[in-house]
Protein backbone atom coordinates (compact mmCIF):
# COMPACT_ATOMS: atom_id res chain seq x y z
CA UNK A 1 0.00 0.00 0.00
CA UNK A 2 1.27 3.62 -0.45
CA UNK A 3 2.22 5.67 2.21
CA UNK A 4 -0.64 8.25 1.65
CA UNK A 5 -3.07 5.42 1.65
CA UNK A 6 -1.40 4.14 4.82
CA UNK A 7 -1.41 7.28 6.31
CA UNK A 8 -4.97 8.06 5.32
CA UNK A 9 -5.84 4.76 7.00
CA UNK A 10 -4.29 5.86 10.08
CA UNK A 11 -6.00 9.32 9.90
CA UNK A 12 -9.41 7.01 9.34
CA UNK A 13 -11.45 9.08 11.86
CA UNK A 14 -10.19 12.23 11.40
CA UNK A 15 -10.49 12.21 7.27
CA UNK A 16 -14.06 9.84 7.78
CA UNK A 17 -15.52 12.80 9.51
CA UNK A 18 -14.11 15.51 7.51
CA UNK A 19 -15.37 13.21 4.23
CA UNK A 20 -18.77 12.62 5.93
CA UNK A 21 -19.42 16.47 6.45
CA UNK A 22 -18.19 17.52 3.22
CA UNK A 23 -20.33 15.15 1.26
CA UNK A 24 -23.13 16.19 3.46
CA UNK A 25 -23.25 19.76 3.37
CA UNK A 26 -22.82 19.18 -0.82
CA UNK A 27 -25.60 17.20 -0.93
CA UNK A 28 -28.06 19.69 1.56
CA UNK A 29 -29.32 21.78 -1.32
CA UNK A 30 -26.96 20.82 -4.33
CA UNK A 31 -28.37 19.62 -7.28
CA UNK A 32 -27.31 16.37 -9.48
CA UNK A 33 -25.53 17.33 -12.85
CA UNK A 34 -24.96 14.69 -15.60
CA UNK A 35 -21.27 14.79 -16.64
CA UNK A 36 -20.24 13.74 -19.68
CA UNK A 37 -17.18 11.73 -19.27
CA UNK A 38 -14.57 9.79 -21.60
CA UNK A 39 -15.01 5.99 -21.53
CA UNK A 40 -11.60 4.82 -20.54
CA UNK A 41 -11.02 2.78 -23.92
CA UNK A 42 -11.16 6.80 -25.15
CA UNK A 43 -8.37 7.92 -23.71
CA UNK A 44 -4.58 7.59 -23.82
CA UNK A 45 -3.82 4.83 -21.50
CA UNK A 46 -0.47 5.97 -19.27
CA UNK A 47 1.66 2.74 -20.20
CA UNK A 48 4.20 3.22 -17.85
CA UNK A 49 2.71 3.62 -14.73
CA UNK A 50 2.97 0.37 -12.55
CA UNK A 51 0.51 1.53 -9.40
CA UNK A 52 3.41 0.74 -7.03
CA UNK A 53 6.05 1.83 -8.16
CA UNK A 54 6.37 5.48 -6.95
CA UNK A 55 4.18 4.99 -4.28
CA UNK A 56 6.85 2.76 -2.60
CA UNK A 57 9.42 5.11 -3.28
CA UNK A 58 7.54 7.70 -1.09
CA UNK A 59 7.50 5.27 1.65
CA UNK A 60 10.88 4.88 1.85
CA UNK A 61 11.31 8.69 1.93
CA UNK A 62 9.07 9.44 4.83
CA UNK A 63 8.75 6.12 6.58
CA UNK A 64 11.16 7.66 9.39
CA UNK A 65 11.22 10.40 11.20
CA UNK A 66 15.25 10.60 11.80
CA UNK A 67 17.47 11.49 10.87
CA UNK A 68 17.99 14.51 8.70
CA UNK A 69 21.19 15.26 6.97
CA UNK A 70 23.92 17.28 9.24
CA UNK A 71 24.18 20.64 9.38
CA UNK A 72 26.70 22.72 11.04
CA UNK A 73 25.40 25.40 13.30
CA UNK A 74 22.55 25.29 15.26
CA UNK A 75 21.56 28.42 13.58
CA UNK A 76 20.95 26.23 10.56
CA UNK A 77 17.97 24.68 12.70
CA UNK A 78 16.27 27.08 10.31
CA UNK A 79 16.60 25.53 7.13
CA UNK A 80 13.95 23.88 5.29
CA UNK A 81 13.09 20.40 5.85
CA UNK A 82 10.53 18.45 4.52
CA UNK A 83 10.97 17.99 0.89
CA UNK A 84 8.70 20.08 -0.98
CA UNK A 85 5.40 17.93 -1.94
CA UNK A 86 5.39 16.53 -5.54
CA UNK A 87 2.77 17.51 -8.07
CA UNK A 88 0.78 20.39 -7.40
CA UNK A 89 -3.13 20.28 -7.36
CA UNK A 90 -4.92 20.19 -10.33
CA UNK A 91 -7.33 23.30 -10.38
CA UNK A 92 -10.55 21.69 -8.93
CA UNK A 93 -12.73 23.47 -11.40
CA UNK A 94 -11.17 22.32 -14.63
CA UNK A 95 -11.38 18.13 -12.89
CA UNK A 96 -12.16 16.05 -15.71
CA UNK A 97 -15.62 15.96 -16.93
CA UNK A 98 -14.94 16.51 -20.92
CA UNK A 99 -14.75 13.54 -22.91
CA UNK A 100 -11.60 13.27 -24.17
CA UNK A 101 -10.95 14.11 -28.16
CA UNK A 102 -10.65 10.36 -29.47
CA UNK A 103 -13.86 10.35 -27.32
CA UNK A 104 -15.74 12.98 -28.95
CA UNK A 105 -14.46 11.67 -32.24
CA UNK A 106 -15.60 8.34 -31.89
CA UNK A 107 -18.73 9.02 -29.79
CA UNK A 108 -17.04 6.97 -27.16
CA UNK A 109 -18.29 8.39 -23.94
CA UNK A 110 -20.77 8.00 -20.72
CA UNK A 111 -22.33 10.69 -18.57
CA UNK A 112 -21.52 10.34 -14.93
CA UNK A 113 -23.95 12.27 -11.97
CA UNK A 114 -21.92 14.78 -9.92
CA UNK A 115 -23.74 16.67 -7.61
CA UNK A 116 -22.90 20.33 -7.21
CA UNK A 117 -23.70 23.03 -4.39
CA UNK A 118 -23.78 26.98 -5.04
CA UNK A 119 -21.18 28.37 -2.79
CA UNK A 120 -23.20 30.84 -0.79
CA UNK A 121 -23.48 31.87 2.88
CA UNK A 122 -25.40 29.22 4.00
CA UNK A 123 -22.84 26.65 2.68
CA UNK A 124 -19.76 28.77 4.25
CA UNK A 125 -21.02 28.80 7.23
CA UNK A 126 -21.82 24.72 7.17
CA UNK A 127 -18.04 23.96 5.88
CA UNK A 128 -16.55 26.20 8.74
CA UNK A 129 -18.71 24.92 11.50
CA UNK A 130 -17.75 21.52 9.82
CA UNK A 131 -14.41 22.41 10.23
CA UNK A 132 -14.71 23.52 13.77
CA UNK A 133 -15.57 20.00 14.66
CA UNK A 134 -12.73 18.86 13.19
CA UNK A 135 -10.79 20.42 15.55
CA UNK A 136 -9.26 22.70 13.45
CA UNK A 137 -10.07 25.94 15.90
CA UNK A 138 -12.63 29.14 14.81
CA UNK A 139 -9.79 31.00 13.79
CA UNK A 140 -8.40 28.85 11.61
CA UNK A 141 -11.29 27.22 10.17
CA UNK A 142 -12.91 30.83 9.15
CA UNK A 143 -9.65 31.52 7.89
CA UNK A 144 -9.72 28.55 5.34
CA UNK A 145 -13.51 28.86 4.79
CA UNK A 146 -12.46 32.53 3.55
CA UNK A 147 -9.93 31.64 1.39
CA UNK A 148 -11.79 28.93 -0.45
CA UNK A 149 -14.65 31.16 -1.09
CA UNK A 150 -12.24 33.77 -2.47
CA UNK A 151 -13.42 33.93 -5.84
CA UNK A 152 -15.42 31.38 -5.79
CA UNK A 153 -18.42 32.67 -4.34
CA UNK A 154 -21.73 31.89 -6.09
CA UNK A 155 -19.72 29.26 -7.64
CA UNK A 156 -21.06 25.35 -8.47
CA UNK A 157 -18.83 23.01 -6.20
CA UNK A 158 -18.88 19.38 -5.86
CA UNK A 159 -17.32 17.70 -2.84
CA UNK A 160 -14.54 16.21 -4.74
CA UNK A 161 -13.26 20.40 -5.30
CA UNK A 162 -14.02 21.19 -1.81
CA UNK A 163 -11.97 18.40 -0.68
CA UNK A 164 -9.13 19.34 -2.73
CA UNK A 165 -9.09 23.14 -1.89
CA UNK A 166 -9.58 22.16 1.57
CA UNK A 167 -6.58 20.38 0.99
CA UNK A 168 -4.72 22.85 -0.65
CA UNK A 169 -5.27 25.61 2.07
CA UNK A 170 -4.38 22.82 4.94
CA UNK A 171 -1.31 21.73 2.85
CA UNK A 172 -0.35 25.50 2.73
CA UNK A 173 -0.71 26.35 6.06
CA UNK A 174 1.38 23.07 7.17
CA UNK A 175 4.60 23.82 4.76
CA UNK A 176 5.95 26.32 6.33
CA UNK A 177 5.98 24.04 9.92
CA UNK A 178 7.08 21.13 8.59
CA UNK A 179 10.63 20.52 9.30
CA UNK A 180 12.55 17.49 10.87
CA UNK A 181 14.41 17.65 13.48
CA UNK A 182 17.55 19.16 12.89
CA UNK A 183 20.57 17.14 13.17
CA UNK A 184 23.66 19.41 14.11
CA UNK A 185 27.74 18.44 14.09
CA UNK A 186 28.33 19.17 17.51
CA UNK A 187 27.76 16.40 19.83
CA UNK A 188 26.38 15.23 21.79
CA UNK A 189 23.06 17.10 20.31
CA UNK A 190 20.81 17.24 23.67
CA UNK A 191 17.49 16.73 22.69
CA UNK A 192 14.78 17.34 25.93
CA UNK A 193 11.72 16.09 25.66
CA UNK A 194 8.89 17.39 27.55
CA UNK A 195 4.66 17.24 27.92
CA UNK A 196 2.44 16.39 29.97
CA UNK A 197 1.55 13.05 31.55
CA UNK A 198 0.63 10.11 29.31
CA UNK A 199 1.49 12.39 25.85
CA UNK A 200 3.66 9.76 24.77
CA UNK A 201 6.79 11.25 25.42
CA UNK A 202 8.62 7.81 26.27
CA UNK A 203 7.42 6.05 23.63
CA UNK A 204 8.88 8.97 21.30
CA UNK A 205 11.68 8.90 22.90
CA UNK A 206 11.93 5.02 22.18
CA UNK A 207 10.93 5.61 18.04
CA UNK A 208 13.45 8.32 18.17
CA UNK A 209 16.28 6.29 19.49
CA UNK A 210 15.59 3.30 17.54
CA UNK A 211 15.39 5.12 14.29
CA UNK A 212 18.75 7.09 15.11
CA UNK A 213 20.40 4.09 15.56
CA UNK A 214 19.34 2.16 13.00
CA UNK A 215 20.84 5.45 10.96
CA UNK A 216 24.12 4.88 12.69
CA UNK A 217 23.77 6.95 15.17
CA UNK A 218 24.85 6.51 19.05
CA UNK A 219 22.86 7.66 21.15
CA UNK A 220 22.12 7.73 25.08
CA UNK A 221 18.83 8.35 26.86
CA UNK A 222 18.17 9.66 30.62
CA UNK A 223 14.79 8.36 31.99
CA UNK A 224 14.64 11.89 33.67
CA UNK A 225 10.71 10.70 34.66
CA UNK A 226 12.34 9.79 37.92
CA UNK A 227 8.86 10.04 39.15
CA UNK A 228 7.13 7.23 37.57
CA UNK A 229 8.88 3.95 37.50
CA UNK A 230 6.74 2.82 34.80
CA UNK A 231 8.01 5.57 32.19
CA UNK A 232 11.56 4.41 33.41
CA UNK A 233 11.03 0.36 32.34
CA UNK A 234 9.05 1.29 29.27
CA UNK A 235 12.31 3.44 28.30
CA UNK A 236 14.99 0.46 29.26
CA UNK A 237 12.82 -1.39 26.97
CA UNK A 238 13.27 0.62 24.12
CA UNK A 239 16.81 0.85 24.99
CA UNK A 240 17.58 -2.91 24.93
CA UNK A 241 15.70 -3.14 21.67
CA UNK A 242 17.47 -0.61 19.72
CA UNK A 243 21.07 -1.12 21.79
CA UNK A 244 20.81 2.21 23.10
CA UNK A 245 21.87 2.81 26.77
CA UNK A 246 19.51 4.48 29.28
CA UNK A 247 20.78 5.99 32.15
CA UNK A 248 18.50 5.78 35.17
CA UNK A 249 18.16 6.89 38.75
CA UNK A 250 15.93 5.83 41.78
CA UNK A 251 12.71 6.71 42.14
CA UNK A 252 11.70 10.32 43.18
CA UNK A 253 15.54 11.31 42.76
CA UNK A 254 16.84 14.40 41.49
CA UNK A 255 16.27 14.78 37.68
CA UNK A 256 18.44 17.52 37.01
CA UNK A 257 21.54 14.93 38.42
CA UNK A 258 20.76 12.12 36.40
CA UNK A 259 20.73 14.62 33.02
CA UNK A 260 24.07 15.87 34.54
CA UNK A 261 25.21 11.85 34.41
CA UNK A 262 23.93 11.41 31.39
CA UNK A 263 25.70 14.30 29.54
CA UNK A 264 29.30 13.16 31.02
CA UNK A 265 28.48 9.90 29.72
CA UNK A 266 27.32 10.96 26.38
CA UNK A 267 30.36 13.16 26.05
CA UNK A 268 32.93 10.54 27.63
CA UNK A 269 31.32 7.77 24.87
CA UNK A 270 31.27 10.07 22.04
CA UNK A 271 27.54 9.83 21.79
CA UNK A 272 25.54 12.05 18.85
CA UNK A 273 22.32 12.49 20.75
CA UNK A 274 21.85 13.11 24.10
CA UNK A 275 17.60 12.05 24.59
CA UNK A 276 16.11 13.37 28.06
CA UNK A 277 13.07 12.44 28.82
CA UNK A 278 10.90 14.55 31.45
CA UNK A 279 8.14 14.31 34.16
CA UNK A 280 5.06 15.73 33.13
CA UNK A 281 3.46 16.57 35.98
CA UNK A 282 4.64 17.63 39.49
CA UNK A 283 2.55 19.29 42.06
CA UNK A 284 1.88 22.78 40.48
CA UNK A 285 3.07 24.76 37.54
CA UNK A 286 6.14 26.15 39.58
CA UNK A 287 7.38 22.96 40.31
CA UNK A 288 7.68 21.05 36.76
CA UNK A 289 8.98 24.72 35.84
CA UNK A 290 11.59 24.79 38.64
CA UNK A 291 12.29 21.35 37.40
CA UNK A 292 12.95 21.69 33.78
CA UNK A 293 14.90 24.77 34.55
CA UNK A 294 17.44 23.15 36.67
CA UNK A 295 17.78 20.21 34.29
CA UNK A 296 18.85 22.89 31.74
CA UNK A 297 21.46 24.87 34.32
CA UNK A 298 22.68 21.93 35.15
CA UNK A 299 23.34 20.50 31.44
CA UNK A 300 24.66 23.91 30.41
CA UNK A 301 27.94 23.39 32.92
CA UNK A 302 28.42 20.70 30.23
CA UNK A 303 27.82 22.74 27.10
CA UNK A 304 26.17 26.07 27.19
CA UNK A 305 24.76 25.79 24.16
CA UNK A 306 22.58 22.84 25.24
CA UNK A 307 20.16 21.74 25.06
CA UNK A 308 19.77 22.03 21.34
CA UNK A 309 16.09 20.99 20.91
CA UNK A 310 13.16 21.46 23.31
CA UNK A 311 10.37 18.90 21.91
CA UNK A 312 6.77 19.26 23.17
CA UNK A 313 4.92 16.16 22.87
CA UNK A 314 1.88 16.58 22.25
CA UNK A 315 -1.50 13.89 21.67
CA UNK A 316 -3.50 14.85 19.11
CA UNK A 317 -6.21 12.87 21.34
CA UNK A 318 -6.84 16.29 23.24
CA UNK A 319 -7.75 18.04 20.42
CA UNK A 320 -8.10 22.17 21.49
CA UNK A 321 -6.18 21.14 24.53
CA UNK A 322 -3.20 21.22 22.66
CA UNK A 323 -3.18 24.69 21.85
CA UNK A 324 -3.17 25.52 26.03
CA UNK A 325 -0.37 22.61 26.40
CA UNK A 326 1.84 24.65 23.51
CA UNK A 327 1.51 28.16 25.32
CA UNK A 328 1.77 26.71 28.87
CA UNK A 329 5.06 24.87 27.66
CA UNK A 330 6.00 27.46 25.84
CA UNK A 331 6.37 29.20 28.77
CA UNK A 332 7.87 26.72 31.44
CA UNK A 333 10.56 25.86 28.55
CA UNK A 334 11.69 27.40 25.39
CA UNK A 335 9.89 24.90 23.04
CA UNK A 336 11.16 24.61 19.45
CA UNK A 337 9.39 22.18 18.07
CA UNK A 338 6.91 19.68 18.38
CA UNK A 339 5.76 16.07 18.08
CA UNK A 340 2.20 15.38 18.03
CA UNK A 341 1.08 11.61 18.88
CA UNK A 342 -1.99 9.26 18.36
CA UNK A 343 -2.86 10.77 14.98
CA UNK A 344 -4.72 7.45 14.47
CA UNK A 345 -7.46 6.93 16.09
CA UNK A 346 -8.60 10.42 16.66
CA UNK A 347 -11.14 12.18 14.83
CA UNK A 348 -9.29 15.68 16.03
CA UNK A 349 -6.24 15.61 13.43
CA UNK A 350 -7.35 18.87 12.58
CA UNK A 351 -5.78 20.56 15.57
CA UNK A 352 -2.55 19.98 13.95
CA UNK A 353 -3.97 22.56 11.43
CA UNK A 354 -4.62 24.91 14.33
CA UNK A 355 -1.47 24.49 15.87
CA UNK A 356 0.70 25.62 12.84
CA UNK A 357 -1.39 28.21 12.01
CA UNK A 358 -1.48 30.10 15.58
CA UNK A 359 2.15 29.03 16.89
CA UNK A 360 4.24 28.21 13.62
CA UNK A 361 6.64 26.01 15.44
CA UNK A 362 8.71 23.24 13.46
CA UNK A 363 6.57 19.71 13.40
CA UNK A 364 8.99 17.53 13.75
CA UNK A 365 7.33 14.00 13.33
CA UNK A 366 3.73 12.28 13.87
CA UNK A 367 3.04 9.54 15.81
CA UNK A 368 0.91 7.23 14.12
CA UNK A 369 0.94 4.30 16.22
CA UNK A 370 2.75 2.28 18.97
CA UNK A 371 5.57 0.79 16.91
CA UNK A 372 8.82 2.22 15.88
CA UNK A 373 8.10 3.05 11.98
CA UNK A 374 4.85 4.92 13.56
CA UNK A 375 7.06 7.61 14.04
CA UNK A 376 6.98 9.71 10.97
CA UNK A 377 8.22 12.78 9.53
CA UNK A 378 5.57 15.44 8.69
CA UNK A 379 4.78 16.16 5.00
CA UNK A 380 1.93 18.77 4.61
CA UNK A 381 0.71 17.62 1.45
CA UNK A 382 0.10 14.03 2.54
CA UNK A 383 -1.15 14.91 5.79
CA UNK A 384 -4.00 17.29 3.98
CA UNK A 385 -4.52 14.87 1.34
CA UNK A 386 -5.46 12.30 4.26
CA UNK A 387 -6.95 14.60 6.46
CA UNK A 388 -9.45 15.63 3.87
CA UNK A 389 -10.07 12.24 2.52
CA UNK A 390 -8.87 13.03 -1.05
CA UNK A 391 -7.94 10.56 -3.03
CA UNK A 392 -4.01 10.01 -4.08
N1 LIG B 1 -1.98 4.78 19.12
C1 LIG B 1 -0.89 5.43 19.53
N2 LIG B 1 -0.48 5.30 20.80
C2 LIG B 1 0.62 5.96 21.20
C3 LIG B 1 1.35 6.79 20.31
N3 LIG B 1 2.38 7.32 21.02
C4 LIG B 1 2.28 6.84 22.28
N4 LIG B 1 1.22 6.02 22.41
C5 LIG B 1 0.73 5.32 23.60
O1 LIG B 1 0.32 6.28 24.56
C6 LIG B 1 0.54 5.81 25.86
C7 LIG B 1 1.32 6.85 26.66
O2 LIG B 1 2.59 6.97 26.08
P1 LIG B 1 3.90 7.27 26.94
O3 LIG B 1 5.01 7.29 25.96
O4 LIG B 1 3.98 6.40 28.12
O5 LIG B 1 3.57 8.74 27.41
P2 LIG B 1 4.43 9.66 28.37
O6 LIG B 1 4.21 11.05 27.92
O7 LIG B 1 5.80 9.20 28.49
O8 LIG B 1 3.65 9.45 29.70
P3 LIG B 1 4.25 9.30 31.15
O9 LIG B 1 5.23 8.20 31.06
O10 LIG B 1 3.05 8.98 31.96
O11 LIG B 1 4.87 10.62 31.46
C8 LIG B 1 1.25 4.48 25.72
O12 LIG B 1 0.32 3.45 25.86
C9 LIG B 1 1.80 4.50 24.29
O13 LIG B 1 1.93 3.24 23.73
C10 LIG B 1 0.88 6.92 18.95
O14 LIG B 1 1.42 7.63 18.11
N5 LIG B 1 -0.25 6.21 18.63
Avoid: C
Amino acid sequence: MSFFGKLKQRLMKSSSRLEDGLESIVEDGGEVEEVVEATPEAQPEPQSAPADEPEEQGAEEVSEAAPEPEVSEPEAAEQPAAEPAAAPEPEPEQQASKPGFFGRLMGRSETKQVTRRVLDDDMLEQLEELLIASDMGVETATRVTANIAEGRFGKKLSTDEIKSLLAQEVARIMEPVAKPLPIYAKTPQVVLVVGVNGSGKTTTIGKLASQFRAAGKSVVIAAGDTFRAAAVEQLQVWGERAGVPVLTAPEGSDPASLAFDAMTKAEAEGADLLLIDTAGRLQNRADLMEELAKIVRVIRKKDETAPHNTLLVLDATTGQNALNQVSTFGELADVSGLVMTKLDGTAKGGVLVALADRFGLPIHAIGVGEQIDDLQAFDPEEFAKALTGLDA
